[in-house]
């Protein structure tokens, strides 16, 4: 492995560069940089349609779906400079967690249909995997899909999903054969939102933001052209989907941000009339995350090189997965620490005052915002996605044989 970028490298991180100073939107960029979750609907569309336009909406896709045909290491470079750049992460749900599947285990008419719009940006897609009795533990799904001619009736209850309510469409996780097993009798279902019997209820979080939902299916009549892959298969599609997106949850680009963040934060406010930069107590523990970030990321980069390893895939997945998301929560919380007291202030979202840059001022800086939010929105990360208890089992499991 390589440890320096190539001058090829280093010219494709130019072309970005310029892409980005001309064409992120100056009010998308600071909403972004603030640290509020979730970004606006109107931000996440207007970027995903400049990325699309320019063919840069979905660089990890197969070429002939719509991707650039990029090295990983000039994925990499890409997610470096957006995130540098304070641009909008596009919609995981659909292009990240859905899109694959569909491109994956879908049919012709399925990709022809589904893949198109999800790359312009034309909706946003929610997941419909979690209950309120089947988190972690997806196998014990209660939903159900019961056939009816040339549609499944879906009724349930699916909780915790993200941006729900910016939503048109979902893909949901259903039981399809209450007498198989259970990890078979599990399919993989796209649901329009605006479907009659659907109802979506927000869940506001501790940080005041609304980015979770509850969804109810009520009757819902789906479409069985709307089944992904074969009836029955869903439990493989979602492993299939889990492992990516275990792999993307390292957040390095995330982490390495806030950690800029800190770093700007400590070298303006001061201790016992020194700066905070220049304690030996904050030094160290900036120090920490910085190497633990850099070891996470050189491993990251690995599995995106395809690297043969003896490790089990999905064990390497889950690690990535739970070392990504501690280090979230350290880097956010180094950034509120060297925040200090103006940490406590309430800050209602993008409609607070703090947030425009105008107001800032030397008592409240316009690198206050957002600081808590954030902090306390990564208080998820270690649950999300699998908890790290489950994630830990899976990596004793199918690692070590334990």
Known sequence: ????????????????????????????????????????KDDLLRWNRVLAERGWAAPHWPREHGGTGWSPVQCHIFE????RAHAPSLS??????CAPVIYTFGSEAQKARFLPPIL???????????????????????TSAVRDGD???????????????????????????SAAKPQRGISFLMIDLRSPGVSVRPILMFNGMHYVNEIFLDNVRVPAENLIGDEGAGWSYAKFLLDNERTSSAFIYFSREWLTRARAIAARETAGGMRLIDTPAFQRKLAAVEIDLQALEFSVLRVLASEKTRWNATAVASALKVRGSEIQQRATELALDALGLRGLRAIDGFADPLCDP??????WPGDVAGVASGMLQTRAVTIYGGAKEVQKNIISRLAFGL
């Not at 312009?120 to 799904?141: I, M, W």
């Open 1 to 40: 492995m390589e440890f320096q970028y190539s001058a090829a490298d280093e010219a494709f991180r130019k072309e970005v560069r310029e892409f980005l100073a001309a064409h992120l939107p100056a009010d998308i960029a600071h909403r972004h940089a603030l640290g509020f979750h979730p970004a606006p």
């Open 80 to 83: 470096q400079e957006c995130q």
């Open 92 to 97: 995981w749900q659909g292009l990240r967690l």
């Open 120 to 142: 312009r940006g034309d909706y946003l897609l929610a997941q419909g995997f979690s209950e309120p009795n089947a988190g972690s533990d997806l196998v014990s799904l209660k």
């Open 151 to 177: 549609h499944y009736v879906v009724n349930g209850q699916k909780t915790w999903s993200s941006e729900g309510h910016y939503a048109d469409w979902g893909f949901f996780l259903v039981r399809t054969d």
């Open 358 to 363: 105008a107001k800032a001022s030397e008592a």
